[in-house]
């Protein structure tokens, strides 16, 4: 049996599902300290607003975060004076329809499905998102590398959000 | 929808005095319908910016009030705006965003038009009789100007000519443009959302320091110290002006006015590396200061009524959806200099995304306290907005014979609201 020989077990579909689910649930206990811990170092955090486009550095984007501005985004959403976020619109996520897209010593691909119902001021509103994940096999664990939320209607008129996709 | 009868009977400009307007102006849906016909029909509106049409056949969507057009740029170069409106049975031509091509044909039955918007071609002609002469059926053409490389149209052929309407603004408008660099200003993108509140509320807001160091303390927060004191707003000696014809300048960083002075001066730390990159692109050293000098923009608001702001580094475009509900675009902009200015141009779309559009450090703070406002109106029939507040700008700031106040003064509010007040009573 030539698993034997493996330093430790392949990550699995549901190693990779459980923990694109603690995330999902981080974000919406708005439980963003421990989400940013999730991240790898170099990881980039982008939501684009337009379909298609790969060179999101050179594109603008509705957010392109590394790791500063991650945590400056953080800082914001969690400190009280960000009226849109104090509070914000309470969400209810769930992530499916998972697709392992490439696979390396190093990392893993993932492209899911995601919706979001959001609810304040009376109004539900749902965002429906394609989630492009790269998950690095690290020392300590899974680590997002990279996370690519396109919203469905990204390319159309969005609103206000106080919270994190 | 009310009659054209009911509309007129209505005197709306009694809701503006002085400085103080009724809730109703946010609110009353005749007033909306009265606002796209006697506002959005009657004067210049802004609906692309010449980068937008990057040549022959090119064109954009768009919408002049409540009205979806069609901006193209012909095969010769010329600039059309067409309602987006087939001529036989109203199918729209064309749902594209943007893009490139020579011909328009209507989904429905197969008109086919040309940029210019003249009809080219109909299907089985033998059904129409000998009297039919397509040239009789073109697309609907609006009015169409330009000034510092900004598209305006209007429904109206007696409005007075474009450059007579902007007056004392065009003066503001060459300076903002100064950020192309020395390249000339492009389009970068854009991010655009919708508030559920009336389109005056965003008008107010581009020309309101007051709620900056308020309403944004989280992005203050974010910055740097040295950026941190480019953007007190308020404690800069700027002001704001009123430029006649409902438009305004609120100038919150009076020395980032004029993009092309003061380049001698040391290049702030914060750009070092910028610096360093635009040098190693080739450019001469006066070329990377000016470029490093105009990556943040202008340090003023130069408000457009009714629909356009040239907004330190970018352009706010609003648009009425209905009574309580409004479409901002925040159109990024950079310099149109190609690849070797791409260091510029990367930086400031990382700026703008910083404070701007669904998830910026700016944005849904201000969409929030839009929307507060939509819900507030609701209580307090006849108590009125206050737009009152001001006292005189600093000394030698404004031209002589303007109105002016001083930074956080309500004089751009004040001055759009007259101009709204003209326009309901005329």
Not at chain 1, 115 to 143: F, M, P, Q, T, W
Not at chain 2, 100 to 111: E, I, L, T
């Amino acid at each position: 049996m030539s698993a034997v020989t493996l330093e430790r077990p392949a990550v699995t579909l549901a190693d990779l599902t459980a923990f694109v689910w603690a995330e999902a649930d981080l974000l919406d206990r708005l439980a963003y300290k421990d989400w940013l811990k999730l991240w790898s170092a170099d990881g980039l955090y982008i939501v684009p607003v337009e379909r298609g486009v790969t060179d999101h550095a050179n594109a603008v984007n509705v957010l392109y975060d590394d790791a500063e501005m991650r945590e400056m985004r953080v800082k914001r959403l969690l400190s009280g004076f960000s009226m849109s976020s104090a509070p914000p619109a309470r969400t209810v996520r769930t992530v499916s329809r998972f697709v392992e897209t490439a696979r390396s010593e190093t990392s893993v691909d993932l492209r899911a499905a995601q919706v979001i119902v959001e609810y304040k001021y009376e109004r539900h509103r749902v965002l429906a998102a394609d989630v492009d994940y790269r998950i690095a096999l690290s020392a300590d664990g899974l680590k997002l590398a990279r996370k690519v939320v396109t919203l469905i209607n990204c390319d159309d008129p969005l609103h206000g959000i106080g919270y994190l996709l | 929808m009310h009659s054209e009868d009911a509309v007129a009977e209505r005197p709306w400009g009694a809701l503006f005095e002085g400085d103080r307007a009724d809730g109703a102006i946010y609110r009353d849906p005749a007033l909306f319908d009265a606002e796209m016909d006697r506002i959005f029909k009657q004067t210049w509106v802004w609906v692309a910016h010449e980068s937008e049409l990057p040549g022959p056949n090119t064109f954009k969507t768009g919408n002049v009030g409540t009205s979806p057009v069609l901006i193209t740029r012909d095969k010769k170069g010329e600039v059309h705006v067409l309602l987006n409106r087939c001529r036989h049975r109203a199918a729209s031509v064309c749902e594209k965003k943007k893009g490139k091509q020579s011909v328009f044909v209507c989904p429905y039955h197969g008109w086919s038009y040309d940029p210019d918007g003249s009809l080219r071609k109909v299907p089985h002609r033998w059904g129409y009789d000998e009297n039919f002469d397509p040239a009789d059926y073109p697309l609907f053409s609006l009015r169409v100007e330009q000034y510092a490389g900004m598209i305006f149209a209007t429904f109206n052929a007696d409005a007075p000519p474009l450059e007579e309407h902007l007056g004392a603004a065009r003066k503001w408008m060459d300076l903002f443009m100064k950020q192309g660099g020395g390249f000339g200003v492009k389009v970068l993108g854009q991010h655009s959302f919708r508030f559920p509140g009336n389109w005056k509320i965003q008008l107010e807001n581009t020309t309101d320091a007051y709620h900056f160091p308020i309403v944004h303390k989280t992005f203050l927060d974010s910055l740097d110290e040295e950026t941190e004191n480019v953007f007190d707003v308020l404690g800069q000696g700027g002001w704001v002006e009123d430029l006649g014809n409902g438009h305004s300048v609120m100038v919150m960083i009076p020395s980032l006015i004029d993009l092309e002075a003061d380049l001698e001066a040391p290049i702030p730390d914060r750009f070092a590396d910028l610096a360093a990159e635009l040098a190693a692109e080739g450019h001469d050293d006066m070329t990377v200061r000016r470029l490093v000098r105009a990556v943040g923009g202008t340090g003023f608001n130069l408000n457009l009524f009714p629909n356009v702001a040239c907004s330190m580094a970018f352009f706010r475009v609003l648009r009425p959806i209905d009574v309580e509900t409004t479409e901002i675009t925040h159109v990024a902009i950079g310099m149109n200099g190609g690849e070797s200015v791409g260091p510029a141009n990367r930086a400031r779309i990382r700026l703008h995304e910083h404070f701007q559009g669904p998830m910026g450090f700016g944005t849904p703070d201000d969409a929030e306290g839009w929307e507060r406002v939509q819900r507030g109106v609701r209580a307090g029939e006849g108590m009125p907005i206050l737009v009152n507040r001001g006292v005189p700008a600093p000394e030698g700031t404004a031209e002589p014979g303007h109105d002016a106040g001083d930074v956080s003064s309500e004089v751009g509010m004040r001055a759009a609201y007259r101009m709204w007040k003209r326009m309901m009573e005329e």
